[in-house]
């Protein structure tokens, strides 16, 4: 199986974790799930996060062709289109991103000029549809539930997950997000499962379950398959999806939500400025 060299970065402020992915013997690489800092109080963003991955690149002489955002994220801002234009690379995320696209832009009440077929987009990935990292090759996979677009990528011996299912002593994502599905979830977690136990699995958050004292991210499929307090080897879809629905009741919506998925599902870019020159945000009330 061929391996390649992941690096992950973390960010507290939203445990957030890229990646840069790369292949040693020909030096390119993919960028997974990027992050654009933002202070919500004063609406700025900054580029510290992303220079990080960037530096990175150009320090060992890595040559970017892809960067990829498993899904539209909910919790941070992706600074793909900041990365192209730095670094190159094409930006992807998978097909079914106009569902997504659709919904929140009745949410957000977008108007014409705002397209919900994808094509903010460099690429969109197909269920199944192979590709590469250098000689590596790669295999994107349909997953939803967190989302009805979320893309898990099969590069090598890696599997990226995104926000499918998180460490074993954590678990899995909600499903209460317009389109998500708790059975839809777990149905997409038993692909994941399918592939072979020695897979590495990286995961786009961590929490830290209580007890545990250090952030991880990597895992494997065999160790998810045996050990995840959501859905391990024997556990019931019922039961999952009983107990998923009942522990998202539960929760708050993530603080950046509203900004995070305006910018996301534009592949990254602001909205239009307004005729005084400035981009706005909107915040829907009493929607979410």
Known sequence: ???????????????????????????????????????????????????????????????????????????????????????????????????????????????????????????????????????????????????????????GDAVFVGDTIFMPDFGTARCDFPGGDAGILFDSIQKIFALPDETRMFLCHDYKAPGRDQYCWETTVREQKRSNIHVKVGASRDDFIAMRTARDKTLSMPKLILPSVQINMRAGDMPPPEDNGVRYMKVPINTL
């Open 1 to 155: 199986m061929q391996k390649p060299k992941v690096t992950g970065f973390f960010d507290e402020a939203t445990n957030t974790i890229s990646y840069v992915v790369a292949d040693p013997a020909t030096k390119e690489c993919a960028i997974i799930d990027s992050l654009l800092d933002y202070d919500q109080a004063s609406g700025r963003t900054k580029t510290v996060s992303a220079d990080k991955l960037i530096a990175f690149v150009r320090e060992n002489n890595l040559t970017c062709t892809w960067i990829i955002d498993t899904h539209v994220h909910a919790d941070h801002l992706t600074a793909a289109p900041y990365i192209r234009n730095q670094i190159g690379g094409k930006t992807a995320i998978g097909d079914a991103i106009p569902e997504v696209q659709q919904v929140f832009a009745e949410i957000f009440n977008e108007d014409c000029t705002f397209h919900t077929d994808g094509s903010q987009f460099d690429h969109l990935f197909a269920d199944g549809e192979t590709y590469s990292v250098g000689n590596i090759k790669a295999r994107a996979i349909h997953t939803p539930g967190h989302t009805p677009a979320c893309m898990s990528h099969v590069i």
